[in-house]
């Protein structure tokens, strides 16, 4: 990854040590898309001069197609679908509420899907670092009074939520980073207070409460980190785990449950920034971390 001191500023070009595109808005002419990558990569999107990011995304087909497809979504008069591009109903309700215009930058990445998926995880962990923030629409931020669509195929139209009703607890704040300190394996690593590590068999997940958090799935009781995993039951998860673990391993576990059921954007909002830390100490993501995604 690149220079965490270095392109501080996420509208920089330079942003984490990246050469990145320049900003283009989405209102260019189509014949000029030309100068945006016909690769795979990442890409991020802003409000046009806004000094915040709405989007960190990926895609592994071609970053001109996905600039012409999002905003061409976002530029109907209803809500688009979820599908193909997800993030576009989220830039849609923001558009509708705000006004916003939008412009966009990437970098072409063409390496394994892993790799994209690992250098999206970071950059997300790097935003919420530096911003103290979550971009808008990442992790499954949504405008709070408005309602996201559905598939195409599932035909649920998506829009504003009537002012009697209660809003989307997808709108909800951002949680604080954590703390950078400490390594996997600690019981304090990143402020959170960690179970003991035990080896993942049917009878210690017992142990584990019935809870939502997330767990940190370890080779053996001394191997490196292998993946880090959210669950609403934690106790469960673990317990299914350890009927078929994957690749046959065996694993050890450190949970660390919540003390109260928290929204679903904070709850992965956490899971990134414990594989982001894992990123920037080892510059690669945990071997499993993307195995089932």
């Given at each position: ?31 000029r898309t030309g100068a ?57 309700a923001w558009k509708d ?69 209660p809003k989307n607890p ?124």
């Open positions: 990854m690149g220079d965490n001191e270095a392109g501080a500023d996420c509208n920089a070009q330079d942003w984490c040590g990246i050469d990145w595109t320049r900003w283009f808005p989405f209102s260019l002419e189509s014949t945006i990558p016909d690769a795979p990569g990442i890409y991020r999107i802003r409000a046009a001069g806004a000094p915040n990011l709405m989007y960190i995304g990926r895609t592994d087909t071609s970053l001109r197609n996905v600039f012409n497809g999002i905003r061409q979504s976002t530029a109907r008069m209803q809500m688009p679908w979820v599908d193909p591009y997800p993030v576009a109903p989220a830039l849609w509420a705000k006004g916003f215009s939008f412009e966009f930058s990437a970098v072409p990445m063409e390496e394994s899907a892993t790799r994209r998926k690992t250098g999206l995880c970071y950059l997300l962990y790097r935003y919420r670092q530096e911003k103290r923030d979550s971009p808008a629409c990442n992790f499954g931020r949504f405008h709070r009074k408005y309602r996201c669509s559905s598939t195409e195929r599932e035909g649920i139209a998506g829009g504003p939520i009537a002012p009697q009703d997808a709108g909800g704040p951002a949680t604080s980073p954590l703390p950078p300190t400490g390594s996997p394996g600690d019981a304090n690593w990143m402020g959170l207070a960690w179970s003991p590590k035990r080896e993942l068999l049917a009878h210690t997940t017992t142990a584990v409460p019935q809870a939502q958090g997330v767990y940190l799935l370890f080779d053996g009781g001394a191997g490196p980190l292998l993946a880090v995993r959210t669950a609403e039951n934690c106790s469960q998860a673990l317990f299914e785990l350890s009927k078929n673990p994957p690749e046959g391993r065996t694993l050890a576990f450190m949970v660390c449950c919540e003390a109260k059921p928290v929204a679903g954007h904070n709850h992965r909002e956490r899971q990134c920034d414990l594989a982001g830390h894992f990123i920037e100490l080892n510059l690669e993501a945990p071997a499993l971390q993307f195995r089932e995604e």
